[in-house]
């Protein structure tokens, strides 16, 4: 499978690190990263840690957005929803609200956590009992939309339904 180009947001980042689908995030995506995103992760914690090692490692590379077109939001949001509006062609990897909707309307490819398990389960990367098990991980993190999550379970739920007869 050809590699993509994301960027993405510290959300992103901790929930799918804490939830064990970074491998498949790192195997999908060729990830690229802003500044303030990097500022925000800490080593203190075991996503902030990951996080350093891969970069110091050259597994995700910085990328500096010459304008700030958007001002709303947290640092590392704003940083990574303008590295995508600099790089159309790329994903944004994002997983709070009100950021995202916001990257939507922009007409950027946005992608969220729980969309990527539903993805994966679809394409066969995720069976049905382990992408409900990432999804309620994800919802215990109270992190995550749960509008979103919600729309992800229903869609592995229909799918698992449609694929045993039932």
């Known amino acids: 499978m050809k590699k ?25 995506y060729r990830l690229c990263y802003a500044p303030d995103v990097a500022g925000e992760m800490s080593t203190s914690s075991a996503s902030g840690r990951e996080f350093w090692r891969l970069a110091r490692g ?9 304008h700030d077109q958007v001002t709303e939001f947290g640092p590392g949001e704003r940083a990574a ?40 389960f679809s394409e066969g990367a995720l069976d049905a009992t382990r ?6 991980r994800l919802a215990t993190l109270q992190t995550v939309s749960p509008h979103l999550l919600a729309a992800a379970i229903a869609h592995v739920g229909r799918s698992w339904k449609l694929a045993r007869g039932a």
């Open 4 to 28: 993509h180009t994301a960027t993405l947001d510290t959300s992103f980042w901790v929930n799918v690190q804490r939830v064990g689908l970074l491998p498949h995030v790192q195997s999908r």
């Open 58 to 66: 050259g597994f995700l590379t910085e990328v500096v957005a010459e």
């Open 81 to 120: 929803i303008n590295l995508a509006l600099e790089h159309p062609d790329w994903i944004l990897l994002l997983d709070d609200q009100k950021p995202y909707q916001e990257a939507v309307q922009r007409g950027l490819r946005v992608l969220c956590s729980p969309v990527l398990v539903a993805a994966m």
């Open 131 to 136: 992408a409900m098990i990432v999804l309620a």
